[in-house]
């Protein structure tokens, strides 16, 4: 089955760590996404990449860091730096960002707490 | 920057009714829009994806129209049921970015 994993599903931190995210697609999308979508809000992106190796900052990049090694893996580090990261984090993909036919799937999401 | 607006923000409807859900954005140069479908908890289910040059989009019970001059598109639910009872968010794409509503957040009661 075709799709985009993330996990865990739940994750806990104590103030001052951090922690890793894990999204992983068998689409072969180019593009790859990441959001942070909070009660009542839409969704806010916080990095994309078009392409491995190379990553571009969203809305709200502050305290988040990415990496871009395969194409089939995009992993979100939330650090110290992030103030308020208790948050639900999606996970997005599409085929590349030219154009307009780029339908963008979701992974199930992943729920962050911070103790 | 683009603005999407979803209004309004909760509704609630008997079974059986057609309903028509709105999504308004502030630019209206955008490369296309998405309507997605968010259970509690859950990542967004896409439904319907329509391009800049088309005007509309039908999967089953649904049909979603684009107004790109006035910056209007809306999700058309025919016959609904407690199933379709979910958050309905849209989403348009400028050159490399896409921008999201709020959603609402439909009820339906048996």
């Known amino acids: 089955d075709g799709g985009i994993t993330q996990s865990p599903k739940y994750l806990f931190r104590k103030e001052g760590q951090n922690v890793t995210l894990s999204c992983e697609q068998n689409?072969?999308?180019?593009?790859m996404y990441w959001y942070r979508q909070d009660p009542g809000q839409g969704l806010r992106l916080i990095y994309y990449s078009q392409i491995v190796n190379d990553f571009q900052k969203g809305d709200i990049a502050e305290g988040y860091s990415v990496s871009r090694e395969k194409k089939e893996s995009f992993p979100l580090t939330v650090t110290s730096a992030q103030k308020n990261p208790t948050a639900f984090y999606l996970c997005?993909?599409?085929?590349?960002?030219?154009?307009?036919?780029?339908?963008?799937?979701f992974g199930p999401g992943t729920r962050l707490t911070v103790l | 920057k683009q603005e999407v607006t979803q209004i309004p923000a909760a509704l609630s409807v008997p079974e059986g009714e057609n309903l028509v859900l709105n999504c308004s954005f502030t630019d209206s140069a955008i490369y296309n829009l998405q309507w997605f479908r968010q259970d509690p908890g859950k990542g967004l289910t896409s439904l319907l994806l329509i391009q800049s040059s088309q005007r509309e989009q039908t999967s089953g019970r649904l049909n979603a129209s684009l107004d790109k001059s006035s910056g209007r598109s809306t999700l058309y639910i025919a016959a609904s049921q407690p199933g379709d009872s979910a958050t309905y968010l849209c989403?348009?794409?400028?050159?490399?970015?896409?921008?999201f509503g709020s959603g609402t957040k439909l009820n339906v009661k048996p």
């Open positions: 989403a348009v794409k400028d050159f490399n970015k896409f921008y």
């Open positions: 997005a993909s599409s085929i590349p960002l030219a154009g307009d036919f780029n339908e963008q799937f």
């Open positions: 689409l072969n999308h180019d593009a």
